[in-house]
């Protein structure tokens, strides 16, 4: 059965069902978040969404702002992009510095990363396509500490991922940040379940 791509109003749960299960499902969500996870660099962490992690998302800023049935429109409309849609992974992107004057320092210096981003499998890259909802990068050059990516794949391109062993990094061709992190075997195989 192909991944569900598209969170309608059948799938959320009224208010007062989620609360009760509420608790259990933030704990089994932590490890399928950890598999999806992997940081690049000192400040960047990759959090790979999908089906689950924007179901969960939804119903979490539901529960969080009580915003009832006018919420619910835009919470769709919010996280539904998100999931990846068939040849693509998709990514949000953090850059997480604890130092108020740090961050500002350093997103200064990352205008425009977010264009640079790329996943490379046995060296081919596949390089990001940003969320064009929001301006991510200020008129003065300050980048957002958080960008939405899509990653999109030829079929070669997923067959090449899907492939035991090859080799995938993930990383950063921005002048001023370029990292890269090679990516585990089993969170390859955890992400080529994203590829409908």
Excluded: C
Excluded at 53 to 66: D, F, G, N, V
Excluded at 78 to 105: C, H, Q, S, W
Excluded at 109 to 120: M, R, S
Excluded at 139 to 152: I, M, N, Q, R, T
């Amino acid at each position: 059965m192909p991944n569900p791509t598209e969170i309608t109003r059948a799938d959320i749960m009224p208010l007062d069902e989620y609360v009760k299960i509420r608790a259990q499902r933030r704990k089994d969500m932590m490890p399928v978040k950890r598999e999806r996870r992997i940081e690049v660099g000192p400040h960047a962490t990759f959090y790979f969404e999908s089906f689950d992690t924007m179901w969960h998302q939804i119903h979490e800023m539901l529960y969080i702002e009580k915003g009832g049935e006018e919420q619910i429109e835009d919470e769709l409309s919010a996280y539904n992009p998100l999931i990846p849609k068939g040849r693509e992974l998709v990514a949000t992107i953090m850059f997480e510095i604890d130092d108020e004057v740090r961050r500002k320092n350093v997103l200064y210096k990352l205008a425009g990363i977010e264009e640079t981003a790329f996943i490379e499998i046995d060296g081919e890259r596949v390089m990001s396509n940003p969320e064009h909802d929001v301006d991510r990068t200020s008129e003065d050059g300050k980048s957002s500490s958080v960008h939405f990516l899509h990653f999109p794949f030829t079929e070669d391109q997923v067959a090449k991922f899907k492939k035991p062993g090859a080799k995938i990094m993930v990383g950063f061709a921005h002048e001023n940040y370029q990292h890269l992190a090679v990516m585990s075997d089993a969170m390859a195989q955890r992400l080529a379940g994203d590829f409908a």
